[in-house]
C-alpha cells in the first residue's frame, strides 16, 4: 500500500484534487439549491401569511357585522324580522354582504329570496346547531362563489319558526380578490382549501390544478421534496413546510398557510423558476463560474504537473545519464587502471624473473632493472595521481602558500620538460610577456604541478617534431598586491575533440583513440590541474582543434610577494639577438626599462653586422646577448665573429632554453662569456649584466641539498615489512647514515631504551605493524625519561598518505611524515630542515 | 395475493363481458370495431344516455351490462365482491353503503366533475376522496291518484294528519285509502324498507336523528331509542288503518297495479312507477310528499343513482379508456347528460347546482320540497336485517313491541350479525351462459324432463323472457345467490312449465332461440339469442342464419337427437309464446329448483363443454 502511495502519489494528488473540486462544485450546487429554497420559502411564507391574515380581517369583520346584527335583533322589542330586515337592506351595501339569512332549529335554512334545508350538511346538523358553533358554508345553493357565515344564536320564534342561527350571504370574490395578486410575475397561484383538500377558490391564474380536491390532485404529481402524505398531514397539523412539487413539465413550490378562519388553509402554489429565477440564474453562472475556475486550474495543474514532470523527468535523465556516465567513466577508469597498473607490474615481475634468469648477464640485469625502475615509477605516479585525485575530492589538499620566484619556477619547467622535448625532436619554447612580478605568494610544488602536467600532456600528445610552447604573460590588475599572471600551453599535437573538451576535467576520463591508446596515464591528471588551479582562485581554459593542436590557458591572480627588486643601470648600449621576434621585443623592454639602450636584431648575420656598425661608429655595444640557435648564423659562430669586431671586454652571453653543458667548451673557444637560460626574466637579464658587465657578484639564494646530510649519523628503521625494510635500509644507507633495523614498534622502543644518549639521531617508523604500532612505540620513545627522548628526530613512513595520517603522526609526536614508496631526494629534503634546526638547538644549548 | 386474484377475476369477468359482448356485437358494422368499448354497469338501461354518448363521443361505444331490476341488492354485492363491473359503474343510492368500493372506484376529487353538483350530494371519506357522482335526483314519494282526488273532491293532504284522516276517509268508500307494500322475500325485505321509511322521515329530518343516525353509521356506540320513533309512526298508522297485517301479502307490483284500478288511492313509488302509472291507467297520478310524524311536514326521500369508474383504468395500459370515461363522467355530471338520465327513468331532476325544475304537473305537490332540499337519505339498517326482517312482520301482527325489538338489535351491536349460512358451493367461477345451463340442470332435475332451455340476458338491456344477466361466483353459494340467479324481481318467483316435443321440434326452437316480451309481441326478433341448455351438447353458429345456428346436438348421454322421438322439455313460464303448444305448468319455482339442485349437489362446476360457440 505504502508502496502503491508512493508510486502513484502524483496521480492520487491529481485525482483528490479532481474529487475535491467536484465535492466544492456539488456542494455549492447544494448550497444555491438550499439558500434558494429557503429564500423562496421565506418569501412565500411572508406572503402567504400576509394574505391569510387580510382574510381573517375580513371574515373577523362578517363575523362582527354578524354580532351587531344580532344584538339589533335582540334589542327589538317585538322580534319583529321586518325590522330587522330593513335595517339591513339599508346596510347592505355599507357591509358589503347579500343578504341576511337565518336557520331554525330543523337545519332549515332560509334567507329573504329562498329557503333550503341543511340537514344532510353535517357542519350545519353537528357544528353550528349541535355544539353552537360559528360555521361558514361554501359552494351550497348556487355556483356562485357564496359565502354563508352564520353564527348559532339564542333561539328565536321569527313568522313561526325557531331560528338558531343567524348569517350573512357573502360573496367570497369579496373575501378572496385579494389572492389575484400579480406577485411573481402574475404567476402565483393561490388557493383557499378545506382540510380535507376540497378547494373553496382557486386565484384567476391559470391554474395547473382544477382538480376539485386541490390535495388528492397532487397524488399523481411528483413531489421533489416532501410528500403528500407530508402534505396532507401538514395541513391538519398546521405545520408550515415548503415543498417542491413537479407537475406537467414544470417544477413548483408548494406552500401552505393556515388561515383561523373555519378549517381554511391557503395553499399557494408558484413555478420554482419564477420565485427563485434570479437568484438561481446569478447562482448558476457563479457555479459555472466556479465550475470553469476549476476546470481551469485543473488544467494548469495538469499542464504544470506535465511540465515540471518532463523538467523532473529530464533532469532525472540527465542525473541518470550524468550517474552512468560517471559510472562509466569509472568503470572505464577501473578498467583503464587495471590495465595501466598491471602494465608496468607485469613489467616488473617479468623483468624481474629476466634478471634473475640472467643474473650472471650483468648487461642484461641492468636493462631489466631500468625497465622496472621506469615502470615502478610509472606506477608509482600512476598511484600518486590517484592519491592527490582523492586528498582534493576529500578536501584534505591544502596549497601552501609561500614567497616563491616565479623564475624558479621555469626554470624548473625548462629542465623538467627539456629531456622529453630533446628525446621527441619537438621544439618548445617559453615565453614571457610583461612580468613585472617575479617574486609572488603560491604553492610552488601545486603551481609546478600544474605546469608539468599541461606541459606533460603536450608532450605527450605532440608527435615527434611537433612544437610546445608556454606563454607566461601578466598583466595589470587594478590591486596592486595581486599579479594577473596567464599561462599558456599550446602544442601542435592531436588535439582534442569538441565533445571531448565538455568532459576533459572530469575526474576518470580520457580520450579514447587508436592513436593514443598507447599513451598511459590514469586520466586524472587534468581533473587535477583544474582542481588545483581553482583551490588556488584560478580558471582554466582549452582551445583546441583536432589534428591541429591545443591551448590551455591557466588564470591566476597570485599576491605579490613584497616590493620588486630596483634594477637600475647606466645607459649602456645592449644588443639583443634572437630569432623570435617575441623574445627580442620582451628582452628590448627589460633593458629599455633598467636604463640600457637596447638594440635588437633577428638573427645571427644581422646582430653581427650591426656590432660592426656601431663600433664603426665608435658607440660599440657594452653587452650582447645572443641567441644560441639562430637559422642564419648559429649563436656561436655570430660570437665569434662579433668578438672580432668588439674585442674581448664586450661580454657576449648566450641565450638558450636548452642544456648547453655540452658547448661550454666551444663556447669559450668562440668567446662567450657566460649562458642565460630562457626564458629569461628582468632579474636575468639584470643580474647577468651586473656580472659580466660590472663585475658585481651576484649569486643565486641556494638551497642546495645536501646530499650527505645524514652521513654519519644512526638511524633506526623500524617496519614490519621485511621488504620494505630491506629497501629502505639501502637507500638510507646510501646517504652515509649507519642503519639499524626493528621489526615493530616494541622491538624499536627496546632498541632505544638500551641504546645510549644521542645514539640514534634519528628513527623512522612504520606505522602499521604488529607488537606495537608505530604511534604507541613513539608514544612511548617521547615518554621515557632519558634526554633525547624528545629530542630525537622520529619520522613516519605510511602507505596512506592522507592528512588525518599526518595529524595522527605529528600529534604523537612524530617529526613528518613520509609517504612510501621513499622518495630519497624529498625525504633528504626534509630532513635537512630539522637537521639543522636541531644543530641550531643544539648550538644554542651549548 | 388477494387484490391479484380480485385483479385477476376482474380481468376474467371483463374478457368475458367482452366476449359475450363480441358474441353479441357480431353483425355489428367495421367502424364500431373501431371504438373504444366502455362498459357501464347499470341496473336499468341507459337508452337515451347511451344514444347521446355514441353521438357526443363517436369514438367511444358505450355497453350497457345491465343486471335487471332496481332492487337487486345482492346481485350489486356479488359484483362488487367479486370485482366484476365494468369500466364505469352505476349505484342506486340506497345500495352505496352496501359495499365499501373505495378501493375499486377511482378518486373523482381530482377531477373537476364534483365542482357541477352542491357539496351536500357528494359523499366523501375525511381525506375527501369521492368515488361517486350523483345522477339525477330521484325521490320516492307518496303517489296520489289525481282523478279520482278530483272526481270526490279530496283536499291533497299537506301535513302528516291531513294523510291520516284522508286515507280513514277514503277507506270509507272502500277504496283503500293509503297502503305501501309489506311483502317480504328472502332478499329483499318491504317490511324492513317501510320500516326505514318511517325512520328517515321521523328521525332523520330532525338534527338530532341526523347526529344519531351519522354516530350510528361510523361505528359509534349509540343508544337505538331513536329508532323507537319510526315504531310509534307505524303503529300510529296500524292504527289509523294505514298500515294492516294484509299488507305484508302485497308485492310492490301488486300495490301499483291495485293504485292503477282505484283500489288503492295513495302509495308510494318513484318517478318510473308514476310514469307506468300514468301510462297503464286512464287516470292521472301525481306525487305528493311523504309527511313526517315528527314535525308533521312534508319531506322526500332522496334516492336516485350514483355513478363511478373502475380503478382499473388507472393502469397505464388504459390511458385511452380512462381519458374517454372521464369524458362520459363530465357528460353525466352535465345538466344535458342529467336530462339524458331523467329520460331513462333515473330520477326527475338534474342534480347539478342551478337546474331547474322541470314543470311537470306531476311534481307539483312536491315542487316546494325539491326547492327547499327538504329530501332525506332513508337509513337501510342493514346491521339489523336479521332482527328486523322478521320481527317487523311480527310487529304488524301484534305478535312483540319496539322493546324487545330493540333490545334484539341492541344484541347484534354488541355481538355482531349472524353468520350467512352457505347452501352449496361452487367450484369455479360460472360465465352468465354457465349459470343459466346450472340453472337448466336445476329445473329439468326438478322437473324429471329430458331437455330445459333458459334465456340468457345480454348486454344493453336484452333480457329474453326468464333471462337474468348474472353470475355464480366461486365460493359459498347462499339464499341471495340463489334469490339472484333465479328471479328476476326479488319479490317474483318465476314459475316453470313443461311440455313434450319432437327431436325436430326441439331443434326449431333452439335455432330460433330465447325471445324478449318484446319479440314476442312483434313476432320477431332482433338477433339470435342462444338457449343455455340442459339434458344436451351442441355447437352454436351465431353468426348464421336460422336453420344453420345450431350443430352437433346430441343428449346428454351422447346419443344423438332423433327428429322424430319425443322429448319432455321444461322452462321457464312466459319463455315461449302462449298457445305455441301444449305446456303444462309444473308449479315448481325455478328458485326452489335452483335452490333444491345445489342443496343436493352441495358441489358444482361450470360445464365448459356442454355449449361450444363459433
Given at each position: ?5 508512493m ?8 485525482a483528490?484534487f479532481g474529487?475535491?473540486v467536484i465535492?466544492?462544485?456539488v456542494f455549492n450546487?447544494?448550497l444555491i439549491?438550499?439558500?434558494t429554497?429557503?429564500e ?14 387580510s ?7 362578517q363575523?362582527?357585522m ?7 335583533f ?7 324580522w321586518t ?10 351595501e355599507?357591509?358589503?354582504?347579500d ?10 335554512y332560509y ?8 340537514l344532510s350538511?353535517?357542519e ?9 358553533q ?5 359552494n ?5 362563489g357564496?359565502?354563508?357565515f352564520?353564527i348559532p ?30 406577485a ?5 397561484m393561490?388557493y ?5 383538500g376540497?378547494?373553496l377558490f ?5 391554474n ?14 411528483e413531489?421533489?421534496?416532501g410528500?403528500?402524505?407530508a ?6 397539523s398546521?405545520?408550515q413546510?415548503l415543498?417542491?412539487?413537479?407537475l406537467?413539465d ?8 393556515p388561515?383561523?378562519?373555519?378549517d381554511w388553509k ?5 413555478p420554482?423558476d419564477v420565485?427563485s429565477g434570479?437568484?438561481m440564474?446569478?447562482s ?11 476546470a481551469?486550474?485543473v488544467v ?7 511540465d ?6 529530464r533532469?532525472e535523465?540527465?542525473a ?8 562509466e ?7 583503464n ?7 608496468p607490474?607485469?613489467?616488473i615481475i617479468g623483468?624481474?624473473k629476466i634478471?634473475q634468469?640472467h ?8 636493462d ?16 600518486n ?6 586528498k ?6 591544502v596549497?601552501?602558500?609561500?614567497a616563491?620566484s ?11 620538460t627539456?629531456?622529453t ?12 610577456h610583461n ?6 605568494i603560491f ?5 609546478n604541478?600544474?605546469?608539468i602536467?599541461l606541459?606533460?600532456?603536450a608532450?605527450k600528445f ?6 610546445i ?7 595589470t590588475t587594478a590591486?596592486?598586491?595581486?599579479a ?7 602544442d ?14 572530469t575526474s576518470?576520463?580520457?580520450?579514447r ?9 590514469s ?7 583544474k ?5 588556488m582562485g584560478?580558471?582554466?581554459s ?14 591566476l591572480d597570485?599576491?605579490v610577494?613584497g616590493a ?5 643601470i647606466?645607459?649602456?648600449?645592449v ?6 621576434p617575441?623574445t ?5 623592454v ?26 664603426k661608429?665608435?658607440?660599440?655595444y657594452?653587452?650582447?646577448?645572443l641567441?644560441w ?13 662579433i668578438?672580432?669586431?668588439?674585442g ?10 636548452y642544456?648547453?653543458?655540452?658547448i ?6 668562440a ?11 628582468k ?17 643565486q639564494?641556494?638551497?642546495e ?6 652521513v654519519g ?5 623500524v617496519?614490519?615489512?621485511e621488504?620494505?625494510?630491506e ?14 633495523t626493528?621489526h615493530d ?6 632498541h632505544?631504551e638500551?641504546s ?14 604488529p ?9 612511548a620513545?617521547r615518554q ?5 627522548a ?11 598518505a592522507?592528512a588525518?595520517?599526518?595529524e ?9 611524515h613520509?609517504?612510501?614508496p ?5 625525504i ?11 644543530e641550531v638547538?643544539?648550538?644554542e644549548?651549548? | ?14 374478457l368475458v363481458v ?12 367495421g ?11 347499470c ?16 369514438d367511444?361505444r358505450l355497453?350497457?351490462?345491465c ?13 362488487v ?7 364505469i359503474i352505476?349505484v ?6 352496501k359495499?365499501d368500493m373505495?378501493?375499486?372506484l ?8 364534483p365542482a357541477?353538483f352542491?357539496?351536500n ?6 381525506y375527501?376522496h369521492?368515488?361517486?357522482i350523483p ?13 279520482l282526488?278530483?272526481e ?5 293532504p299537506?301535513?302528516?294528519?291531513e ?6 276517509e ?5 277504496i283503500?285509502g293509503?297502503?305501501n307494500?309489506?311483502?317480504?322475500s ?5 317490511q324492513?324498507?317501510q320500516?326505514c ?10 338534527v ?5 343516525h351519522n354516530k ?21 298508522m296500524?292504527d289509523?288503518g294505514?298500515?294492516r ?5 302485497v308485492?310492490?307490483?301488486?300495490n301499483?297495479?291495485?293504485?292503477a ?5 295513495i ?6 312507477h ?22 308533521g ?6 334516492l336516485g343513482?350514483?355513478f363511478?369508474?373502475n ?7 388504459n ?8 369524458e362520459?363522467?363530465?357528460f353525466?355530471a352535465?345538466e344535458?347528460?342529467?336530462e339524458l338520465?331523467?329520460?331513462d327513468e333515473?330520477g326527475m ?6 337546474a331547474e ?9 312536491i315542487?316546494?320540497?325539491i326547492e ?10 342493514d346491521?339489523f336485517s336479521s332482527v328486523l326482517?322478521?320481527?317487523i ?6 305478535e ?13 351491536l354488541?355481538?355482531?350479525s ?14 352468465i351462459?354457465e ?14 324432463t ?9 348486454t ?6 326468464g ?14 345467490d340463489i ?12 314459475m316453470s312449465?313443461?311440455?313434450?316435443v319432437?327431436?325436430e321440434?326441439?331443434l326449431a326452437?333452439l ?12 313476432g320477431e326478433?332482433?338477433m ?12 352454436y ?6 336453420g344453420?345456428r345450431?350443430s352437433?346436438?346430441k343428449m346428454?348421454?351422447?346419443?344423438k337427437?332423433?327428429p322424430?322421438s ?12 302462449e298457445g305455441?303448444f ?5 308449479g315448481?319455482s ?9 342443496t343436493?349437489e352441495k358441489?358444482?362446476?361450470?360445464d365448459?363443454k356442454?355449449?361450444?360457440r363459433?
Open positions: 500500500m505504502k508502496n502503491f502511495m508510486k502513484f502519489w502524483r496521480k492520487i494528488l491529481i483528490g474529487v475535491l465535492i466544492t462544485l450546487a447544494m439549491r438550499q439558500t429554497y429557503e423562496g420559502s421565506q418569501h412565500l411564507d411572508e406572503l402567504s401569511g400576509q394574505i391569510a391574515s382574510i381573517e380581517k375580513q371574515s373577523r369583520g363575523w362582527n354578524l354580532d351587531v346584527f344580532y344584538k339589533y335582540v334589542d327589538l322589542s317585538n322580534n319583529d325590522v330587522l330586515s330593513s335595517y339591513i337592506q339599508e346596510k347592505k355599507d357591509f358589503g354582504f343578504s341576511l339569512c337565518v336557520v331554525d332549529e330543523d337545519a332549515m334567507d329573504r329570496e329562498k329557503s333550503f334545508s341543511l350538511n353535517t350545519v346538523t353537528t357544528k353550528l346547531l349541535t355544539d353552537s360559528p360555521i361558514i358554508l361554501d351550497m345553493l348556487s355556483t356562485e357564496r359565502l354563508i352564520l344564536i339564542e333561539k328565536q320564534i321569527i313568522e313561526g319558526k325557531t331560528v338558531c342561527a343567524l348569517g350573512v350571504v357573502y360573496n367570497s370574490k369579496n373575501l378572496f380578490d385579494i389572492l389575484n395578486i400579480q411573481y410575475d402574475g404567476e402565483v393561490m383557499i382549501i378545506h382540510q380535507d376540497v378547494a382557486r386565484s384567476n391564474q391559470e395547473v390544478i382544477t382538480g376539485y380536491n386541490l390535495v388528492n390532485s397532487l397524488e399523481d404529481a413531489f421533489k421534496r410528500s403528500l402524505e402534505f396532507r398531514d401538514n395541513i391538519r398546521g405545520h413546510e415543498m417542491t412539487v413537479h406537467g414544470r417544477e413548483y413550490y408548494l406552500n401552505h398557510t388561515v383561523e378562519v373555519d391557503l395553499v399557494t402554489m408558484v420554482v420565485v434570479r437568484l440564474w446569478s448558476m453562472v457563479t457555479f459555472f463560474c466556479m465550475f470553469l475556475i476549476g481551469l486550474i494548469a495543474f495538469i499542464l504544470l504537473y506535465s515540471s514532470t518532463r523538467k523532473i523527468l533532469a535523465e540527465t541518470r545519464k550524468a550517474a552512468e556516465s560517471a559510472n567513466s569509472k568503470s572505464q577508469f577501473l578498467s587502471m587495471s590495465h595501466d597498473i598491471r602494465t607490474m607485469n613489467a623483468m624481474t634478471a634468469d643474473i650472471d648477464e650483468p648487461a642484461k640485469v641492468k631489466s632493472l631500468k625497465k622496472i625502475d621506469l615502470s615502478g615509477r610509472l606506477l608509482v605516479g600512476l598511484i595521481d590517484i592519491l592527490d585525485m582523492s582534493i575530492e576529500s578536501g584534505k589538499m596549497l601552501n602558500n609561500d616563491a616565479l623564475v624558479e619556477v621555469m626554470q624548473n619547467l625548462v629542465s623538467i627539456q629531456p622535448v630533446l628525446g621527441k625532436k619537438q621544439v618548445f619554447n617559453i615565453r614571457l612580468i613585472r612580478h617575479e617574486s609572488l604553492d610552488t610544488i601545486r603551481l604541478q600544474v605546469m602536467n606541459l606533460g600532456n608532450v605532440t608527435p615527434e617534431g611537433g612544437s610552447s608556454l606563454d607566461v604573460a601578466e598583466e590591486d596592486e598586491k595581486l594577473h599572471l596567464i599561462f599558456k600551453v599550446s601542435t599535437g592531436m588535439g582534442i575533440s569538441k565533445e571531448f573538451q565538455k568532459n576533459l576535467f576518470f576520463t580520457r580520450e583513440d587508436s592513436k593514443i591508446d598507447k599513451i598511459e596515464g586520466g586524472l591528471g587534468l581533473a587535477i590541474t582542481m588545483i588551479v581553482t583551490m584560478g580558471t582554466i582549452v582551445e583546441s582543434e583536432p589534428g591541429k593542436g591545443s591551448i590551455f590557458t591557466v588564470e597570485l599576491p610577494a620588486p627588486e630596483e634594477m637600475r647606466p645607459a649602456i648600449r644588443l639583443v639577438a634572437d630569432d623570435d617575441e627580442c621585443r620582451s628582452a628590448a627589460y633593458l629599455q626599462e633598467m636604463g640600457a639602450r637596447a638594440d635588437i636584431a633577428y638573427g645571427g648575420r644581422e646582430a653581427v653586422d650591426m656590432a660592426k656598425e656601431a663600433a661608429n665608435g658607440d660599440e657594452q653587452i650582447i646577448f641567441d640557435r639562430m637559422p642564419d648564423l648559429e649563436g656561436t659562430d655570430t660570437a665569434r665573429e668578438r672580432e669586431v668588439v674581448e671586454d664586450v661580454p657576449i652571453l648566450i641565450i638558450s632554453a642544456d648547453w653543458s655540452g661550454e667548451v666551444e663556447a669559450g673557444e668567446g662567450i662569456n657566460g649562458f642565460i637560460q630562457k626564458p629569461f626574466f632579474s636575468t637579464l639584470y643580474h647577468n649584466i651586473q656580472k659580466h658587465y660590472f663585475r658585481s657578484e651576484w649569486e639564494p641556494k638551497k641539498l645536501k646530499q650527505n646530510a645524514l649519523k644512526r638511524l633506526l628503521l617496519d614490519d615489512n621488504i620494505n625494510l629497501i629502505a635500509q639501502e637507500l638510507l644507507s646510501y646517504t652515509g647514515a649507519l642503519v639499524d626493528a614498534g616494541r622491538e624499536a622502543v627496546e632505544f638500551k645510549p644518549v644521542d645514539y640514534y639521531s634519528m628513527i623512522f617508523m612504520d606505522i602499521q605493524m607488537v606495537m604500532n608505530g604511534y604507541e612505540a613513539t608514544k620513545i621515557m625519561e632519558r634526554a633525547d624528545n629530542r630525537v628526530l622520529i619520522f613516519a613512513m605510511t602507505a596512506d592522507f588525518e595520517d599526518i595522527l603522526a605529528k600529534r604523537m609526536g612524530m617529526n613528518a613520509f609517504a612510501k621513499l622518495d630519497m631526494p624529498a633528504l629534503k626534509e630532513i635537512s630542515k630539522f637537521v639543522s634546526e636541531n638547538q643544539q648550538n644549548k651549548r | 395475493m388477494k387484490k391479484d386474484n380480485k385483479n385477476f377475476l376482474a380481468v376474467m369477468c371483463m367482452l366476449g359475450t359482448l363480441g358474441g353479441c356485437t357480431a353483425q355489428s358494422s367502424a364500431d370495431e373501431d371504438k373504444l368499448t366502455i362498459t357501464v354497469t341496473n336499468s338501461s341507459l337508452d337515451h344516455f347511451a344514444a347521446s354518448v355514441e353521438e357526443r363521443f363517436p367511444i355497453v350497457q351490462d343486471y335487471t331490476g332496481k332492487y337487486r341488492i345482492s346481485e350489486y354485492i356479488a359484483r365482491e367479486h370485482n366484476d363491473f365494468g369500466d352505476m342506486k343510492a340506497g345500495h352505496i353503503p359495499a373505495s378501493d375499486q377511482i378518486d373523482l376529487s381530482t377531477q373537476t366533475i357541477n352542491n357539496a350530494a357528494l359523499q366523501s371519506d375525511e375527501g369521492i368515488n361517486f345522477g339525477p335526483l330521484s325521490f320516492n314519494c307518496n303517489i296520489y291518484n289525481k282523478t282526488f278530483e270526490n273532491d279530496w283536499a291533497v299537506q301535513n302528516y294528519d294523510l291520516l284522516a284522508l286515507s280513514r277514503i277507506d270509507q268508500t272502500g283503500r293509503f297502503r307494500s309489506y311483502f317480504d328472502a332478499s329483499q325485505s318491504y324492513i324498507y320500516y321509511v318511517f325512520s328517515a322521515l321521523d328521525t332523520l329530518t330532525q338530532e336523528g341526523q347526529n344519531w350510528l353509521m361510523s361505528g359509534e356506540k349509540v343508544s337505538l331509542e331513536p329508532m323507537e320513533t319510526a315504531f310509534q309512526d307505524m303503529q300510529h296500524m289509523n294505514a298500515v297485517v294484509d299488507d305484508m301479502d308485492t310492490l307490483n301488486a301499483l297495479e291495485a293504485m284500478k282505484r283500489e288503492v288511492a302509495g308510494s313509488g318513484e318517478i318510473d308514476i310514469w307506468m302509472l300514468n301510462t297503464s291507467s286512464e287516470d292521472e297520478f301525481c306525487f305528493m310528499p311523504h309527511f313526517s310524524m315528527t314535525d311536514q312534508g319531506w322526500l326521500l332522496n343513482y350514483y363511478g369508474a380503478k382499473e383504468l388507472k393502469q397505464p395500459e390511458e385511452k379508456k380512462l381519458k374517454a370515461v372521464m362520459i363522467l363530465n353525466i352535465s344535458e347528460g342529467q338520465l331523467v329520460e333515473l331532476m338534474p342534480a347539478t347546482i342551478g325544475i322541470p314543470d311537470d304537473p306531476v311534481l307539483e305537490q315542487r316546494t320540497q327547499s332540499g327538504r329530501y332525506i337519505m332513508r337509513p337501510t339498517f346491521m326482517g322478521t320481527e312482520g311480527a310487529f304488524i301482527r301484534g312483540t313491541d319496539s322493546k324487545a325489538i330493540l333490545e334484539k338489535c341492541s344484541l347484534i354488541e355481538q355482531g349472524p353468520a350467512v349460512q352457505a347452501l352449496g358451493e361452487a367450484e369455479d367461477d360460472f360465465s351462459m349459470t343459466g345451463c346450472l340453472k337448466a340442470d336445476a329445473l329439468r332435475a326438478a322437473t324429471g329430458d331437455v330445459a332451455l333458459i334465456g340468457i340476458s345480454e344493453d338491456g336484452y333480457d329474453p323472457v333471462g337474468i344477466r348474472t353470475k355464480l361466483y366461486k365460493g359459498a353459494v347462499t339464499e341471495d334469490i339472484r340467479v333465479s328471479q328476476i324481481q326479488v319479490d317474483t318467483p318465476l312449465m313443461s311440455t313434450s319432437t327431436g321440434e326441439l326452437l335455432e330460433y332461440g330465447a325471445t324478449s316480451e318484446k319479440e314476442q309481441q312483434n326478433v332482433s339470435f339469442h342462444p338457449f343455455a341448455v340442459a339434458g344436451l351438447k351442441l355447437e353458429h351465431s353468426e348464421k342464419d336460422e344453420k345450431v352437433d346436438v346428454e348421454d351422447g346419443s337427437l332423433e322424430d319425443v322429448y319432455t322439455l321444461s322452462y321457464i313460464k312466459g319463455v315461449f309464446p305455441q301444449s305446456e303444462t305448468e309444473t315448481i325455478m328458485t326452489d329448483a335452483f335452490r333444491d339442485y345445489i343436493t358441489r358444482v362446476a361450470p365448459k356442454r355449449i361450444r363459433k
